[in-house]
């Protein structure tokens, strides 16, 4: 097996995308959800990314989908144990971007500014 050029390469590509984790955050947050509630509390999301994100998420394990046979039917959505795990990881995220946005922001106005 050749060498991996970044050690967390597959970490990221699992988990970065713009609608990610906003879904992980809320049902980690919120508990289990119906696709309408997620929705809602995600907000500008369309239901044709949200249901590619949701199966996404569920085929690597980090979400599950439960199908109520009730009338009328009811699914929820919920993070699994693998997806929680992910909670430190968005923790520290939050730490990083509410120390360092700022000086990110200004690079960048000042990028902007030399152009």
């Not at 050749?2 to 590509?13: G, L, M, T």
């Not at 009730?70 to 144990?81: G, L, N, S």
């Not at 360092?100 to 200004?106: F, G, I, N, W």
Request: proline share 11%; hydrophobic share 40%.
């Amino acid at each position: 097996m050749p060498p991996r050029p970044c050690p967390v390469a597959a970490a990221v590509d699992l988990v970065h995308s713009r609608w990610t984790t906003p879904v992980l955050w809320n049902l980690d947050h919120r508990g289990p959800l119906r696709f309408s509630q997620l929705q809602r509390h995600i907000g500008d999301i369309s239901p044709k990314t949200l249901t590619e994100r949701l199966r996404h998420l569920e085929r690597h394990g980090l979400v599950t989908r439960t199908y109520h046979p009730e009338i009328p039917p009811r699914v929820e959505y919920a993070i699994t144990p693998l997806g929680r795990s992910l909670a430190p990881l968005f923790t520290a995220l939050t730490a990083w971007q509410d120390r360092h946005l700022p000086a990110v922001e200004a690079a960048r106005r000042a990028y902007d500014a030399a152009d």
